[in-house]
């Protein structure tokens, strides 16, 4: 290939991705232009671009928390706290988990329909009424990925919910996967750091992570653990 093709086809390349609003109709419009070897050309030279004029247009889209910790905090792999994470409270407002710097942390994926609800709803509380002034923060996490048990939307919906069920357990995030490509990533970070018994990946409603005041997770819990029984090694670190 000529420097001059070269040239022209860059052109057309960078063209088409300074449009990334334009329609796939003005997008394939140059391109139709080119000859069949150039249109050949084109295809070689934008495998070498790091996006594609495709991509450009329609990116992919990632729900609720996910969507602010992937942009905003890069490799989940090298944060080195839970403080580097930003998500999103049950409102849709961001909310960087630094805030909670100095205090210990009980992370939880929590369930409206599951056999495990009332037990830790109330245990929960129980927690937060022990040790919430001593430095203890509850941060809850609806999912509704295993059986479809959360089924309570965001916002106002979520907040009866907990308010009926008598349920003060502390902060209240945005729904969020905690398993599979779209898990937030401050629950990919948790993982990583605190496997299960069977492989990272969460088995069920209301596992348990515990953070230290450093922001590092030191712990996992079963589903099954009452959370009246990691009141001991919640202490330790108060």
């Not at 969507?67 to 849709?92: P, Q, R």
């Not at 040790?131 to 203890?136: I, Y």
């Not at 750091?193 to 997770?217: C, D, H, R, Y």
């Amino acid at each position: 290939m000529s420097l001059r093709q070269f040239q022209t086809i860059s052109q057309q390349v960078f063209r088409c991705l300074s449009t990334r609003a334009a329609t796939s109709r003005r997008i394939l419009g140059p391109v139709i232009e080119l000859s069949q070897s150039q249109r050949q050309n084109l295809k070689f030279c934008t495998v070498l671009l790091p996006v594609s004029c495709a991509a450009a247009v329609s990116a992919p889209q990632y729900s609720t928390a996910a969507a602010i910790d992937m942009s905003a905090n890069g490799d989940y792999k090298n944060a080195a706290s839970i403080y580097e994470f930003t998500v999103k409270d049950t409102h849709g407002s961001e909310v960087s988990l630094d805030k909670y710097k100095g205090r210990v942390l009980l992370v939880v994926n929590i369930a409206s329909k599951c056999g495990l609800t009332k037990n830790n709803y109330q245990k929960l509380t129980e927690l937060k009424e022990k040790f919430g002034e001593r430095g203890l923060t509850i941060l809850n996490f609806p999912c509704n990925q295993f059986n479809s048990q959360m089924p309570e939307a965001d916002g106002e919906a979520m907040v009866c919910h907990l308010r009926d069920a008598k349920a003060d357990i502390g902060e209240i995030f945005a729904r969020v996967d905690v398993n599979g490509d779209n898990a937030a990533p401050v629950y990919k970070y948790l993982k990583a750091k605190q496997s299960g018994t069977l492989g990272s990946g969460l088995k069920w409603n209301f596992t348990k992570f515990l953070v230290n005041k450093e922001g590092i997770p030191i712990n996992r819990y079963a589903p099954t653990t009452d959370p009246m029984d990691i009141a001991k090694d919640i202490e330790k670190l108060l």
